[in-house]
């Protein structure tokens, strides 16, 4: 992806493998943007005990997230 998008980067201080730093409005669309927090937010909630999955929303609304 890195080599796809001028406003993407390896992940900032982040396994640089696994995650993308991606600078808004620049030349990634939101769409993909939303579709990448989804997957992102999608594999670490995946990735937490099932206990705390219990405790958790997995919606994906950012309709209630606040800093979206």
């Known amino acids: 992806m890195t080599n796809e998008y001028n406003a993407t980067n390896p ?3 982040l396994n640089k493998n696994h995650w993308n730093s991606i600078y808004y409005n620049e030349d990634v669309e939101i769409e993909l943007i939303n579709k990448l927090i989804d997957v992102s937010y999608s594999l670490v ?20 997230w606040n800093s979206v």
Request: charged share 25%.
């Open 45 to 64: 909630f995946n990735s937490l005990p099932k206990k705390k999955q219990a405790g958790t929303s997995n919606e994906n609304n950012r309709d209630n």
């Open 11 to 13: 992940g900032y201080y």
